[in-house]
């Protein structure tokens, strides 16, 4: 496509402050899972599970790709990254980040996020939902590492965990 | 089926549980059961979650829960805050002490309180470490000055001790030190039976130099001789100044003969020198005495000996000046009083 309307910028985004002086910069997480939901459904009723799942990944890959260059680009410390990402993460309510495995020269993580944004308190519907955060996962570490990765979520509150685990493989 | 029927599988049930939890090993399904699907999961949930309870039981905290729900939830909950614990022990092994554990209760309190003290103490043994290479390095600071200080100390003792045992016009041996060399030599020269001669000095007519050309021409005069002297001898020879124009010089291992030859050279050498004065060329004679006649110490002290030694080469001295100057005269010995002149 070379007419775009919605290549993403930050500057979409708006001044919140300016806009919402009384309602402030915050909105209730139903809501953001309301617009997630709905989204999903119509998309899955247009393109299918498949592509809406993929759509979702790609979609988290940019935001985390996006975030990166805003608030980690220039971080170079591996530990100091994870310690900023998580603190990043609570302050923006998106999860409680911990890592459980970490090898840099291998490229081999595996993260858990609790209180997940997306799934955390959800039924129990039997297989991993959270295909936005795999994508942004994988977005924060290629862009920190330089090197393209696989990121699956292999336990989610959705299947009946407490917590999501993500592996992320360097992809070699 | 009777009710009685129907309780005892429940039974057989009930226990293949309770087996399941208790036993260290646990039972297969009744084969009569086997084709139960619930029961199948059931004891394979049952049979995973041992698996996981032996090995974190044991420290390992690898194996996958292969069942949801929610003990498997509990589960994983337990094993990534267990896991995240690890990874956050090692980065404070790794010098990390901003980590912190949450939602483990005691646990979490007790390691976040552990950590803010290894922090605490390895602040201070850093503040202590550095004090201590402060210090140290005062203390360095404070011995190199110290060396310097001694360095200097003894750079001036040894500036003192060059000046008090010279002429600081001609840079010789002052009189007093010349006597102290002497005497050493004499008593040496007389231990050993080694001959040792003496020459004594006088530039001719040098008030004329003063008075004609000035005190500073005298100077340079004086500063030539001294440079041809330093020049001429032996490294064992010891030249000095002995007072106004009069030099000394100490021979060890010379005889008369010798000597007399070195005063000779030593005559020439002036006699051909120049002195570049303000307004013109001075040049200059000087006269020499020769002796290398030394008295037996068994009868007098090494002072008067030497006294005597220099005497007898200043009264050949005084003949080379009554004999008309620019000359070299020996002590003659045979005469018993007096020199006579070198041919």
Known sequence: ?172 | MSLAEEFAIVDELSKLVLDMLMLSKPPDVPERFASIDSLQTLHANLLSLRDFLSAAANGDLSPNINFKGYIGGTLKMLQANLRHMTWQTKMVAAGDFTQRIEFMGDFANSFNAMVIQLDLTLKEVMRKDAELKKTNTELLREITIRRQAEAALLESEEAFKTMAITDSLTGLYNRRHFNHRAETEISRALRHKRPLSVIMLDIDFFKRVNDTYGHHSGDLVLQMVANILKESLRSSDIPARYGGEEFIILLPDATAVNAATIAETLRKRIETATVKGEKCTIKITSSFGVNDHLAKASSKSTEKILSEFIDKADQALYLAKKSGRNKVTVYNNTKGDGGSLLV
């Not at chain 1, 009723?45 to 790709?65: R, V």
């Not at chain 1, 519907?125 to 977005?139: K, P, Q, R, S």
């Open chain 1, 1 to 172: 496509m070379t007419d775009r309307r919605y290549k993403f910028s930050w500057d979409l985004l708006g001044d919140i402050a300016l806009g919402r002086p009384n309602l402030g910069a915050s909105t209730s997480l139903e809501v953001y899972r309301l617009m997630q939901f709905t989204f999903r459904d119509v998309m899955e009723q247009h393109l299918g599970t498949e592509k809406t799942n993929q759509i979702f990944y790609e979609a988290g890959k940019l935001a985390g790709t996006e975030l990166y260059k805003k608030a980690f680009s220039a971080i170079k410390d591996f530990h100091e990254f994870i310690k900023s990402l998580q603190k990043t993460f609570r302050d923006m309510g998106i999860g409680i980040v911990r890592v459980e495995e970490a090898d840099l020269e291998k490229g081999s993580f595996v993260l858990t996020v609790s209180e997940d944004l997306d799934c955390s308190g959800l039924p129990e519907l039997g297989y991993e939902i959270c295909t936005y955060d795999e994508g942004f996962i994988a977005g924060l570490l290629e862009s920190f590492t330089g090197n393209p990765f696989e990121v699956k979520e292999i336990d989610c509150w959705c299947t009946g965990d407490r917590t999501c685990r993500f592996t992320a493989e360097a992809i070699k």
